[in-house]
């Protein structure tokens, strides 16, 4: 039996059984059922509801996301290859990746306001230190014959080193990282758009709390469930499979 039908049984098997447990334990308000869940994703879609707040959140997390991943890799490099850096603004980063990113949202809106800004600063906020030290871990475990090699061959110690040898070689680590900072990105957005204003399936989310609205809660949780899977399986889980089997870190007979 393949794995996706494997997965499509368990999860037919898995909306029976919340059906039955609806009408057997009868959760009324406090849980939805499967065909109220499923009439709150219709009149959402049909009204576009959901299609405009999955928009305007992905378009938030993906800028978010970007500058997380540019301003990791290059603070990564700068611990990894100044030890000054390391020991002061590094201790700093790795004080600052223990505190919940939403921990920050009060300054935010104090600073921007209860704005799209707000919610990307401390989006961004959430990927930026796991990127970093996933970029500072994988550029130290860079071999020491690459960087010799590209020195002899004139490449010097600037940018040239940076993007064209310690990038590259530090891939298998990083891509890691990037998968993290996409699940903690996630997360600081929703947490986020539970509080600022704006349209958003954070916003939504609390819009249905408001209302008691039990369906079209579990729709954005869903929503967020599988747009979080897909992208992952289908971006970073293949990307790293390349990557690792580029290295020959793991073997191409499955």
């Not at 065909?35 to 800028?63: C, I, M, N, P």
């Not at 040239?160 to 996630?186: D, K, L, N, S």
């Not at 399936?201 to 929503?223: K, P």
């Amino acid at each position: 039996m393949s794995t996706a039908l494997r997965r499509g049984l368990f999860l037919v098997l898995l909306l029976i059984a919340w059906e039955a447990g609806f009408r057997i334990f009868d959760w009324g308000w406090k849980f939805p059922s499967v065909t109220q869940t499923f009439q709150a994703f219709y009149d959402g879609f049909v009204h576009g509801q959901l299609l405009e707040a999955t928009f305007q959140s992905l378009k938030r997390l993906l800028l978010a996301f970007a500058i997380s991943i540019l301003v990791g890799t290059v603070l990564g490099f700068l611990f990894a290859r100044y030890r000054l850096i390391d020991d002061t603004i590094g201790f700093l980063v790795v004080a600052l990746q223990t505190i919940p990113s939403i921990a920050w949202l009060p300054f935010a809106i104090i600073w921007f306001g209860m704005n799209d800004f707000s919610v990307i600063f401390i989006t961004t906020l959430g990927a930026t230190w796991t990127m970093a030290m996933a970029s500072r871990t994988g550029i130290k475990n860079i071999p020491s014959i690459y960087i010799k090699a590209a020195q002899t061959m004139g490449t010097g110690d600037g940018m040239r080193m940076f993007y064209q040898i310690m990038v590259p070689a530090a891939f298998p680590h990083m891509i890691t990282g990037v998968r993290v900072a996409w699940a903690f990105a996630w997360r600081a957005l929703v947490a986020g758009e539970l509080i600022a204003k704006g349209v958003g399936l954070g916003q939504l989310l609390q819009d249905g709390r408001n209302l008691a609205d039990t369906a079209l809660m579990l729709c954005i949780v869903i929503i967020i469930a599988v747009l979080g899977t897909v992208s992952d399986h289908f971006c970073f889980k293949r990307l790293e499979d390349k990557l690792l089997l580029r290295y020959g870190l793991i073997s191409s007979k499955k």
